[in-house]
């Protein structure tokens, strides 16, 4: 006996990332975590926690239990930096719940793996720095925000400057978010072999 088999479409839910933290070699409990930033595809808003408007344990949690509200995850070398670090930041803070495992799309690799005809680096990978990138496709656009080391050490510090310096912390990571949104969308159409696979 015949019959139409009947399709059920799911949303999945999904949003770009990024987050910043201060120098890997002062990371310990109450250090380290700045700030993460998600915006959900086809929406405008930003998602953000930082350190400075919650605890440095906090934030972390609240970064984490974003991060499982969403299918699909898309960074820029989020597989081997962001996820690992909030991996390794919620070790570290002895937080006791579930780390999620996202599917993710890594536009750094998939850069690379496309094929574009960029420089070397000194080892011997094709350029892919999401400034570079941006610049491969934009030339003529100044969107890619510059950041310097020491706005990552000053945004724990108490009074003025490390106010400024998180200022210019936050003010990077959303721009990064959504410059890396546009660079997703540019690459998709040349990805042949797209990569989606769990974080884990």
Known sequence: MGGHVRSRQVKMRAAVLDIETSSLAVVGPG????????????????????HDLSTHRGAIRNTIETLSTFDLIIGHNVQKFDLPMLFSFAGVEGLNIPFP???????????????????????????????????????DENEKTAIYPHWHERAFDKGAGGTKAMADVVSHCISDVRMNERLYWRILQDDRKVLIRRWR
Request: charged residues 15%; aromatic residues 20%; contains cysteine.
């Open 31 to 50: 250090s380290g975590f700045l700030c993460a930033v998600f915006k959900p595809l086809f929406s405008d808003t930003i998602i953000l926690w930082r």
């Open 101 to 139: 495992n996202p599917l993710v799309y890594d536009t750094l690799p998939a850069f690379r793996r496309i094929g574009y005809c960029t420089t070397m680096t000194p080892k011997g990978y094709r350029r892919a720095s999401l400034g570079f990138a941006i610049d491969y496709f934009w030339p």
